[in-house]
């Protein structure tokens, strides 16, 4: 991946110069002041980590798997936030570790936590590398070292029960490598997030990932079955069957813990036979409150599509604007549909006569299918929008149907007076892409100017938003996790008792407190 961007710079795209126009024009933006600095211009910290420790963590993994050099270091020094790029590109990797330890079993990942432990070092578990919300940021003040733990050679799929449907994988397996190798043999996970093709399935789990098939195949912690996991007190293997009545179900201490109670590092997933067949559609609605409607709808009482979104009026006029097509107004609906060669086609009709029932237009489905092919492509947009001197992020709750229009509202208007009372007034955009009978997901994107106080400015609004979404009854994040950046919330959300059962937690599986410090527990 880019050190300072998104993804491979072989695909990094550029802004066409009408849209560059438009952003100064509506929006204020100018040319960034200064280019982002280059890899060799970057500061970083001294390492503090002493060589004893450097020595017996070399022990575990072999010497050629311990990284302390500057190129591994950047890598390892933040997410992918707008805020960890505005800081990359400004030559700032004050988060890095002062090593990379790169295990290739369970056993080693064992050895390395407990080395941590007694040395009192600081660990970072790093999959893809992809967080959102400050979930790499770990606190190294009062440590006597800070290591990033990769999990990259940690990977394959270790074995296949076609009978009972369900694949076992090292948690370091890349999530396009276990679509190959399940593709290979017939089937399919179905998770596809925007992080897909960097991301690893470890960390789907760790963060309780949901990708844009939700609707489909549900959401990435709905198909663990099974997890391994190394901790600095020893392993936890929770997982037996399909369902269980044997007491709280443990797995979900470790689903969503970002890192803080262990390091995982293999899982049993749910698969399914691959499709033979996906067919894409494109339907427009008047209003947000409309397709709410609709969506709702076929949440409740189908039938209920592969994947269903829904972008609001000024993303529908955006996404039309980029792919050059004339705005017409209203809300953009695309359904999409997995199956057979001879189900997908009556599956997909009556998906027609339920959103044409509910007052939908069909659309070319050829908009439905260009969407599908660049799904993975805004980040490289927001990498293009940084260049241009603009910021461009995202935030993102649920709630229930009752209160969806209401709170996108507003978070909408939260947003936008912070940024213009800051001087840079925002374009705020939001969809739906993960659905449920009793509620749903929103999504949001603001493009904003960038001034020389970008971070702090971000900070603000992301502030309010928050402030707004916890007021309005909704969840601090639907998939992007708590990180560091939600933490403060997480109080208000899951009340004291809650804080003091993961504090609880994490004193049985961690007493020296070196996982992830100051990420996900108050």
């Known amino acids: 991946m880019l050190w300072s961007g998104w993804g491979d710079p072989e695909k990094a795209v550029t802004l066409p110069p009408g849209v560059v126009t438009l952003l100064e024009q509506a929006l204020g933006v100018q040319p960034a002041e200064r280019p982002p600095v280059a890899l060799s211009e970057v500061t970083l910290p001294p390492p503090k980590l002493d060589m004893a420790v450097s020595s017996e963590l070399a022990m575990f993994v072999g010497p050629p798997n311990l990284h302390s050099h500057r190129d591994a270091r950047i890598r390892h020094a933040a997410g992918r936030s707008t805020t960890d790029l505005l800081r990359l590109r400004a030559g700032d990797a004050s988060g890095a570790p002062d090593a990379v330890v790169l295990p290739a079993t369970h056993n080693e990942t064992l050895g390395v936590l407990g080395a941590c432990a007694r040395r009192r070092v600081a660990v970072v578990p790093f999959g893809g590398g992809t967080s959102v919300v400050g979930g790499l940021a770990a606190d190294r003040a009062g440590y006597s070292g800070l290591v990033a733990v990769d999990v990259r050679r940690m990977t394959g799929l270790v074995s296949l029960d076609a009978e009972s449907l369900t694949a076992t994988f090292q948690a370091g397996t890349p999530a396009v490598e276990a679509e190959e190798l399940l593709a290979a043999k017939g089937f399919t996970l179905g998770h596809f997030p925007q992080s897909f093709q960097w991301a690893r399935l470890g960390g789907f789990a760790a963060t309780r990932s949901a990708g844009q098939a939700s609707a489909g195949y549900g959401r990435f912690d709905e198909m663990v079955l099974a997890l391994k996991v190394a901790t600095p007190e020893g ?99 695309v359904a999409g549909y997995d199956g057979t060669s001879a189900g997908v086609e009556p599956f997909a009709a009556a998906g027609a006569a339920a959103l044409a029932a509910a007052g939908g237009t069909r659309l070319d489905d050829a908009i439905g299918e260009g969407w ?11 990498d293009a929008l940084l260049d241009a001197g603009a910021i461009a992020e995202t935030l993102e709750t649920a709630t229930s149907w009752s209160t969806l229009v209401a709170l996108k509202e507003a978070v909408t208007a939260a947003l936008t007076a912070s940024l213009s009372a800051q001087g840079t007034p925002p374009l705020v955009m939001c969809h739906v892409s ?89």
């Open 372 to 382: 599908a092919a660049g799904r993975f492509d805004a980040p490289y947009l927001r």
């Open 235 to 333: 392993t936890i293997e929770l997982g037996r069957g399909p369902s269980s009545a044997a007491g709280p179900d443990l797995r979900q201490l470790i689903l969503g813990s970002e890192g803080a109670f262990g390091v995982i590092t293999e899982l049993t997933v749910r698969v399914h036979p691959a499709p033979e067949r996906t067919l894409y559609q494109a339907w427009r609605f008047g209003s947000f409150a409309e397709g709410v409607a609709a969506v709702r709808e076929l949440a409740q009482r189908g039938p209920l599509p592969t994947v269903l979104r829904l972008s609001d009026e000024a993303e529908t006029g955006v996404d039309a604007g980029l792919h050059g097509r004339p705005a017409a107004g209203g809300c953009l609906v």
């Open 434 to 522: 993960h659905v449920y009978p009793t509620g749903a997901s929103l999504y949001f994107t603001v493009v904003a100017a960038a001034r020389e106080n970008a971070v702090a400015a971000w900070g603000a609004a992301k502030k309010a938003a928050t402030d707004a979404i916890v007021d309005g009854g909704g969840t601090l994040t639907h998939h992007h996790g708590v990180g560091v950046e939600h933490r403060p919330w997480l109080e208000r959300e899951i009340g004291p008792l809650g804080v003091e059962m993961l504090r609880a937690v994490k004193a049985r599986l961690d007493p020296a407190g070196i996982l992830n410090p100051g990420v996900l527990v108050p």
